[in-house]
């Protein structure tokens, strides 16, 4: 830390505002929900507690995190493969399609035939973003964040950021719809990824960084490593033919 003798602040460029491109997430198949509902009924509030919903055990749910496992796979509900949830009292739920306010306003509605609407809590939100870093990432894996959401810079940092070698103009995204897969290359050095809708990731996405050529040739990662690389093979070569020349 310096003093500056200028009148200019300590940032020296600022670009315009961009506005995000994000979508509402539509839940699927296989996607976990975490539902918390609360009521002025004590006897509703015990019935839903049996069943831990929205109840975080504090302890379990901290070491399966740090386990690498899923925090909320005991205590949230997974969508079959009919897109649908069985919640006590309300019974089966279709959830697929809707996102989580839309789902949330759902079981609002069908608990107003138990309690009135002015003595009801519902809060429905996806248990953690979800996803697969495959190829030139410092640490491949599935990985899931405990947020609402994730944009795929973050995603990147969380699997431990691309190698050197790793094409960054040139990332895999694979995507899930409730009607199929997708398929997408992404430019990370191009600013208008930050105002399009894969700028935010999604539940279950897969980002599959390609290696440069340099990979494919086997050469070093680094101009030092290249070097030394070539010296070595240089000195192997003219030992060979040393050998061969006697």
């Known amino acids: 830390m310096q003093e500056k003798n200028t009148s200019e602040g300590p940032v020296k460029y600022a670009s315009e505002l961009m506005p995000y491109g994000h979508e509402d997430y539509r839940l699927q198949y296989n996607d976990i929900v975490d539902i918390s509902i ?18 975080i055990q504090g302890n379990m749910m901290m070491q399966g995190a740090m386990a690498g496992g899923d925090a909320f796979f005991m205590t949230g509900f997974t969508l079959d493969e009919r897109g649908i949830v069985e919640i006590p009292l309300l019974g089966e739920l279709t959830l697929a399609g809707l996102s989580t306010q839309e789902a949330k306003k759902m079981i609002e509605e069908r608990m107003t035939d138990f309690v009135n609407k002015e003595d009801l809590y519902v809060r429905v939100r996806l248990g953690g973003i979800r996803y697969s870093a495959l190829g030139e990432f410092r640490r491949p894996g599935k990985h899931n964040i405990l947020q609402n959401r994730v944009t795929i810079l973050e995603a990147i940092a969380n699997a431990g950021d691309l190698t050197e070698v790793a094409k960054r103009d040139d990332l895999v995204l694979v995507r899930q719809y409730p009607e199929g897969t997708r398929m997408f290359r992404i ?11 894969y700028f935010f990731i999604q539940p279950n996405d897969m980002l599959y960084a390609e290696p440069m050529k340099i990979r494919e040739l086997g050469t070093g990662v680094t101009f030092v490593q290249t070097f030394t690389l070539g010296v070595t093979t240089l000195s192997a070569v003219l030992l060979v033919l040393n050998a061969i020349n006697r």
């Not at 839903?48 to 929205?54: D, E, H, I, K, L």
């Not at 430019?187 to 809708?197: H, V």
């Open 38 to 55: 609360r009521t002025s009924s004590k006897e509703l509030n015990e019935l839903f507690a049996q069943f831990n919903m929205g109840a």
């Open 187 to 197: 430019d990370l050095n191009n600013k208008k990824l930050l105002t399009s809708e």
